[in-house]
Structure formats: C-alpha cells, structure tokens
C-alpha cells in the first residue's frame, strides 16, 4: 500500500505541535509495511497546487491520500482524490475551539473558520483525530463523515538521553530549585496568564521553553508578558534539543484552556515528569488525578498542587513512574497499527466511526 501522507506549509510548522503529530506518524509507519510518500508533486508546491486545482492530475500514485492541514494544497489534494476515487483521509489537528486565542485575531475568526471546517473534513472519506473529546467537537459542528480517534501518540526514542541535558539546560537558563515548566508555543490558550500568575505568587522558577512571536501576528497577552516577565519566569523561545527541556524541568504546569490532546503532556510523561493539568474534558479520557497527574480548576488549586510537590518528593516521583506507564500506552507502535487498519479500511470502503 502506497499512501501520501501530507503536511503543506510543513517549513513553516516544524516547531509546532502538528509538525510533531506528522512527523510521529511517518515514524509509526516506518515500522510497518505502508510506503510513504510526503508530497504529491515533485515540483514547488504553488505549481503542484495549482496542477491539480485545474485537473491535470498529480505525477506521483497512491493508494490513499492522508492530509494533515486545512489549507489549499491540502484542498487540492482533496479535490484529486475525489475526481479520481481516491480514498482521503483528514486529520483533525485543527478546530475553531482551539484555534482561539491563540493568535492576535483568532477569537474573532473562529466562527468562520469553524464553518470552514465542517465543510472541508466533510470531504473525507474518513476524518482522523487524536481524542474522543475532539470525536465529540466535530460531530457537534457536525462534519459528515466518520471520525475515528487515534491517539497522536509519542516518540519516546526521540527523547532519549534528555538526562543527560538536565545541568547544561538549567545552568543556561539559571533555573534553581523545583522548576515548573511548560514545552510548546507560547498562546493564551495555553494558559499564559495562569503561568504567569502562579510565577508571581510563589517563590519556584518558571520556565516556557518553545517559541513565541511579539510581532503583528502576537496576541496582546502573550506580548504583555513576554515584556513584563516575573523575574522568575524565563522564555526560552526556541531550543534545538527539546530534551533539554525536559531534563531541565520538574514539574511539568499545563494550564491549557482547550487541547485536542497535547502532546508535550505526553513527552513530559515519558520522562517520568509530575504533571499538573487543568481540568477539561480532554484530560479526563486519558489522565487520573492522583495516580499519573494532578489536576486544577483555579488558580488557588494550581498554587496548593505546586506547593504540595514541592513539599512531597515522594510524591514527585510516584506520580511521574505512572505517569510513564500512561504515556506507554501512546507507543508509536500502536499508532502505525490505527493508522494502517485505517488505510485497509478507507481502501476496502469499510469504515466506519
């Protein structure tokens, strides 16, 4: 089986969280007897788009296409597929609930683009993504195709050795004591202010490793406090070894307002990280307050979390050894096996929820 499996604008994105879902699947496909193909054309991706937009067709075949984004190659793709009979494939990395607040404008265009996207991913013979909780979010919009859940997985050989990285990183960024930190791009919605808050009513260091923009496209609440930083709080922006990241930390805060999954939450896992999460829906089909994670709804109950792990190592620990055995269960592995049953099945028109 020869199966495209395509991420447009993908330069631009290796630093975000849907450049790690595509590229966990490409390796979770390694593993098994599905060729891979990333592009569909072999030219630029301005002629490749337009070829197909006018029909002329694609130089390269496949079996099933597999598009990771929403935008107009992936349209074009879409388009290919369906004049050729194709099956397609959409991944759900986007939403119109997790697009907001996200970047300067987001909130506001999240309607529309929320039409957008029950109108695309109803082009799939199948939509992808990675929770129930995201299954639910589409199906209330609704999108009219199956949607199956796949979780995105994590690549746990990717971090190994992030041991080794602990002193270098936080002799670099001069972290001290029980580290909170957070790894991915810097947004509101990912709990920016919270993080911040907490930073300034407690005494542990804080750190954001991932990166973030002050320019036109930044939020005011992400510029506000990269600018107005509590002094123990670092952002890092971007670091070419994310492994340092979490060598240098040891309390992993993810006070994301809407996820579809987080995936940096599952990086943290794999290295035995404690995890502090917000309470939201997403979180509940995955994680245990008590056994892998602790969770908050407010500020008060994120401070007591914190306080209380920096008082109970013990705890620290117990809760990290969970939380790798939860982040187990995410192998790449299993992932490979989810996507080619989902390959079989688009070919041989069984699919279904």
Known sequence: MRVLNYL???SQLDRSGI???????????ATTDVEVVTSPWPE?????????????????????????LIGPGSLAVARHTNRNDIPLVLHSHVTREDFAESFR???????????????????ADVVLCPSEYTKRTLESYPVDAP???????????????????????????????????????????????????????TDYDFAWFGPYDTGPHASKKVRYWVEHAPENVTFTGWIDDIRGAFGAGDVYLFATKNEN???????????????????????????????????CSTDAEFRR?????????????RLGENARETAAEHSLDRVGDRLVETYEDALSGRLTD
């Not at 301005?46 to 197909?52: D, I, R």
């Not at 995936?263 to 502090?276: D, Q, S, Y």
Request: hydrophobic residues 40%; glycine residues 8%; proline residues 2%.
């Open 8 to 10: 447009e604008f993908a």
């Open 19 to 29: 450049g790690t879902a595509t590229d966990q699947q490409r390796a979770a496909l």
């Open 44 to 68: 630029s991706v301005a002629a490749g788009a337009a070829s197909l937009l006018r029909g002329d067709g694609v130089v390269r075949d496949y079996d099933v296409a597999h598009c990771n």
């Open 105 to 123: 404008g987001s909130t506001a265009v999240a309607p529309a683009l929320g039409r957008y996207l029950k109108w695309f991913y109803s082009q």
């Open 147 to 201: 949607i199956r859940a796949i979780s995105n997985g994590v690549d746990t050989d990717a971090l190994d050795g992030f041991e080794d990285l602990r002193d270098e990183y936080r002799a670099e960024y001069d972290l001290d004591g029980m580290t909170v930190f957070t790894v991915g791009n810097v947004f509101e919605r990912k709990g920016l202010t919270t993080f911040c808050t907490l930073a300034q009513e």
């Open 261 to 295: 999954q987080g995936i940096a939450v599952l990086e943290a896992m794999a290295c035995g990280k404690a995890v502090v999460l917000r309470d939201i829906p997403v979180f509940e089909e995955f994680y245990t307050h008590g056994h892998d994670c602790l969770k």
């Open 305 to 317: 979390a914190l306080d209380l792990l920096a008082r109970d190592p013990d705890l620290r620990r």
